[in-house]
């Protein structure tokens, strides 16, 4: 389970999150909806501690995440996050960006994190590229290797910043999809997302955020038919 | 008036001690590059980390290897050390009854200097190779739950040396050239050193000087040249 209570985060003076109460549940779907700037994906880099907070706390399965005492690493291990830009390591293949993390953070063995990293790889569509480097692919592959590689250390919780914003349209349904399977699986995710249909067709709860706070949140139907704020029908107007 | 008569084959009854020489002037240049790269990194890392004892050790290092003549830094591991080490030598002997003798010879004083100069450079290059790297790349490491070493060693250094490689083959040519400052510390054993003793002996100035700079020109050529052929090879991403 992921607590968040009454988070707040400011990047100078700019307070990008404004007292954010928020649980998702083992198995929950969540996508977070909202303009640029909202503060959605600050709140995804404050789950998995890479940003600082300035006061309310993050818990992951009861652990608080900026408290002084967490070991930072150890928590990652089982917080998958993919960015917006995907970020392969350009200088190691496919299978070795997947194995790397496996081996050197969890100690597994090199047969143990190949065959894992062959699974997931094989489970995101990419069992033919195994000893590609990451620049013979195309953005919608390098961001599915992404996701393998995250899924590779068997995280509990997954986070999605906007992964399928830099992509080329023809690609987008490609990575959705392998969202798609992921939550039928059920996996606990977090969507950062600017894909509507995609929104309402996984998600247990959307969120809609708004100038850092969290204006709205309810089961897709009612969220997408009967929005309550005058921010999100101006919202969703404009993206229709 | 001019009347120096030139005596090649004289001259080149010396060219087998100078290629003999030659190989020591390329033994202290790929030690000092080793060596240079491995403190290059370390200094790197010292920065990085950002820890208050650690980064200023960087900071000096690359502020007098980049600011002061490579003589100097030569002569210091030669003469200054050798001083230190005097001074050690006469204080602790009537007390503790032993002697630490700093002094260094000619040949790990050469490499010294130049490995401290070396170091100083290649930091720099790694500097510039990193600013090449997107910062999210670390940011990726960190997310798989790598610490900040990890991240350092796994994810950038192999990107970093990379982008430095060629640049780095400059410090090397560098490097081999840097070897003829021995002359000032006494090493002998090496082409300038060895060329500079012969002219001592057989007064060919001008041949031996320019026998000995083909030399130098042939093995800095074959550097760059092989360095280019180990790139391509090497990097195939």
Known sequence: MIEIEKVRKSFGP???????????????????IGGSGSGKSTLLTCINGLEPIDSGRILVDGVEVHAKSTNLNKLRE????????????PHLTVLENV?????????RAKDEAEAEAVKQLKHVGLGEKLSVYPARLSGGQQQRMAIARALAMGPSYMLFDEVT???????????LDTLRMLASEGMTMICVTHEMK???????????????????????????????TAELQKFLAATH | MFNYSFRWNQAFQSLPDMLQGALVTLEVAVLSMILGIFFAILLTAFRLSGNRL??????????IARNTPALFQIYMAFFGLAGLGILITGWTQPNLGFAVDLRLSPYIALLAGITFNNAGYLHENFRGALKAIPDTQTRSARSLGMSAPQAFGYVLLPQML???????????VWAILMTSLGAVISMNSDLFGVTDNLVKINFRTFEMFAIAAVIFYVMTKAVTLSARLIAARLFRY
Do not use: C, Y
């Open chain 1, 14 to 32: 700019l307070e990008v999150l404004k007292g954010i109460d928020l649980t998702v549940a083992k198995g929950e779907v969540l996508t977070v």
């Open chain 1, 78 to 89: 089982k917080i998958g996050i993919v960015f917006q830009q995907w970020n392969a390591f």
């Open chain 1, 99 to 107: 194995m790397l993390a496996p081996r050197k953070v969890l100690g």
């Open chain 1, 165 to 175: 914003s830099a992509l080329d349209p023809m690609l987008v349904g490609e990575v």
């Open chain 1, 198 to 228: 995609f929104a309402r067709e996984v998600s247990d709860r959307v969120a809609f955020f708004h100038q850092g706070i969290m204006a709205e949140i309810a089961a897709p139907e009612e969220l997408f038919g009967a929005p309550k």
């Open chain 2, 54 to 63: 650690l980064s200023p050790i960087t900071t000096v290092w690359v502020e």
């Open chain 2, 162 to 172: 990379r982008i430095a490689f060629l640049p780095m083959t400059n410090q090397f």
